[in-house]
């Protein structure tokens, strides 16, 4: 038997998941401007309702006029609440009309809030494409000057600081996508002479017009101004001879 | 006393390592187009003089008419004679005029022929700007439709599959930026049991006409099939409960 829609059955035909990279307009790919010219709804995770998305001032510029929807992604930690929220978010993507964009800083395959729907838009056999966006470390390396990893080295990227010590010796740098508490972490873990073998890269709101951006030895950093949740360090040991 | 440049002693006025991403055309950002036909001149890594450039495939519909450059990075061992071919590139930028842009597949932070000029360019204090690119890991999960890593998961990223038996069991993904050798590797270190516990996708020059995608468990994988240099394989745990 073919499926055949009827009235309140319409399904989406397609979901794009949309990286907008980390702030700057001009980081968007051109093919994330030709998606989101072309679907016929934006859909834009949010924290709060009504609240202002940084991925949505992204690209508002780009896509003025085109339907947007919001959908709420509450910051809190209980699993099986935040399930609801995912279903939800989800039940209203399956049934837009036509083909649709979810928008997300960076991009969407690096901790993006869109792979909690990606799952379930697999799971019911919606077509999902992805367009990628520039992921923040590496931006925010390009912003600081440096290059992330070279030659053999290796590079970890880790969502927040616990368990820093395990990898502090085994990778040529480590990136900490939230750096609440990180400074906090490296000098409890590490000894005065220790710290020297290492430096410091810290963006916050990088791109963005109240950017804080320092690079130094460990002792050199205010952690303290980094807090916002849009914020990552990028450390790099400088002790071995070829560095 | 003031710097005067004389006959001959022209500087380069600023150089943009520009990322050109991983083959679509339409991953460029606006940034790079921007910045690509603004510049005075473009340099091309080559690994061999004459041959034809993967980077400059991606841009030259973008750029036509622009004056370009090869510089030679020969695909050799011995650091010391590799100094010499990196010096002489460094040579012709810094005596080319205006402002130039160094073009490389990805992104100019993760493992790019661009980050031996960068330290050169650092060291006499030419000014550097970096475009970032979509760096490969992200465009090939894209590709095999997959986050590379959610939540609180942990990503490392090596350069190829040596001491891998190191990092297996500490990370939820692990990209592998060159697959030669891999099947073996993986095959070598893990029992037929613990085969089970990972799903692997591989990418050999994704993006391109020839691309091979492929994904699956590590027994259904044809790793003879993906040697190119252009290949990354990203290795995923399964046997956790929440994936």
């Known amino acids: 038997m073919e499926y055949s829609p009827g009235f309140g059955d319409v399904m989406v035909e397609k979901v794009y998941?949309?990286?907008?990279?980390?702030?700057?307009?001009?980081?968007?790919?051109?093919?994330?401007?030709?998606?989101?010219?072309?679907?016929?709804?934006?859909?834009?995770?949010?924290s709060k309702e009504g609240r202002s998305s940084l991925a949505y001032d992204i690209v508002k510029d780009i896509v003025e006029g085109k339907p947007v929807e919001e959908l709420l992604f509450p910051m809190i930690k209980n699993q099986e609440c935040l399930k609801i929220y995912h279903e939800r978010a989800f039940e209203n993507i399956k049934s837009a009309q036509g083909e649709v964009a979810v928008i997300t800083i960076g991009d969407p395959t690096l901790y993006s809030t869109f792979s909690y729907l990606w799952r379930l838009l697999k799971r019911d056999n919606i077509p999902v494409e992805i367009v990628n966006g520039i992921p923040s470390p590496f931006a925010c390396a390009g912003r600081l000057n440096?290059?992330?990893?070279?030659?053999?080295?290796?590079?970890?990227?880790?969502?927040?600081?616990?368990?820093?010590?395990?990898?502090?010796?085994?990778?040529?740098?480590?990136?900490?996508?939230?750096?609440?508490?990180?400074?906090?972490?490296?000098?409890?873990?590490?000894?005065?002479?220790?710290?020297?073998k290492y430096l410091v890269g810290v963006v916050s709101k990088g791109f963005w017009e109240d950017e804080n951006i320092q690079w130094g030895k460990i002792e050199e950093i205010d952690f303290e101004d980094i807090n916002h949740y849009l914020s990552l360090a990028i450390i790099k040991r400088v002790d071995r001879e070829d560095i």
Not at 17 to 46: H, M, R, S, Y
Request: net charge positive; proline share 5%; hydrophobic share 40%.
């Open 146 to 196: 440096i290059p992330l990893v070279e030659g053999r080295e290796k590079l970890v990227i880790l969502p927040r600081g616990e368990d820093l010590e395990r990898y502090l010796g085994l990778f040529d740098t480590i990136v900490v996508m939230k750096t609440k508490r990180l400074g906090e972490i490296l000098k409890r873990i590490l000894g005065k002479e220790e710290r020297d």
């Open 17 to 46: 998941g949309v990286g907008v990279g980390p702030g700057d307009k001009e980081l968007l790919t051109l093919k994330a401007v030709k998606v989101l010219k072309k679907v016929d709804k934006i859909f834009i995770p949010v």
